[in-house]
């Protein structure tokens, strides 16, 4: 994936903000169609409620978790900086290309080539790529650094 000065590219307090070109889906761009009984009743997560057992209808994850197939792609998370945005060390996250990156969204992002997932922050004019773990200390883009965001995550995907 390139990251490249586009007409989208922003100079903010002599900091480079670019958005990644060229996406490469995982997989090749290979679409397999996989779809799942959806129950029609919902599941208490306190007090137990009747069983339902009626099917609403199959459900396509492909469609219900990617909403720009071409532009999506899933990564591995490694460390607890976002734990209390509930992503988590070994986590996978899909992150989509195709949305804007804006202020308060949580991004994937290249610092001067090294990755990360923050949420995005523009604080005073300045851009910062905060942690969702008070452990972590907010990234704020200096002059001359380059950042590159490579897109806007949507959905967590983590074991129970």
């Given at each position: 994936m390139r990251c490249d000065p586009t007409p989208n590219s922003q100079d903010v307090l002599g900091a480079k903000v670019m958005v990644a070109s060229s996406p490469q889906p995982v997989g090749g761009g290979h679409y397999r169609v996989c779809t799942l009984p959806l129950m029609v009743s919902r599941i208490a997560a306190g007090f137990p409620s009747p069983a339902d057992d009626y099917v609403e209808k199959q459900i396509d994850l492909n469609t219900h978790l990617i909403q720009h197939r071409e532009a999506t792609f899933i990564l591995r998370v490694t460390g607890w900086s976002m734990r209390d945005a509930g992503i988590f060390d070994g986590d996978e996250i899909i992150v989509d290309r195709a949305i804007?990156?804006?202020?308060?969204?949580?991004?994937?992002?290249?610092?001067?080539?090294?990755?990360?997932?923050?949420?995005?922050r523009r604080i005073g004019?300045?851009?910062?790529?905060?942690?969702?773990n008070p452990e972590f200390p907010p990234i704020v883009l200096q002059e001359g650094e380059e950042l590159c965001i490579w897109g806007v995550v949507t959905r967590v995907l983590h074991r129970v």
């Open positions: 804007t990156p804006v202020d308060g969204k949580i991004v994937v992002a290249a610092i001067n080539g090294d990755l990360t997932v923050k949420r995005l004019g300045a851009v910062h790529l905060v942690a969702e």
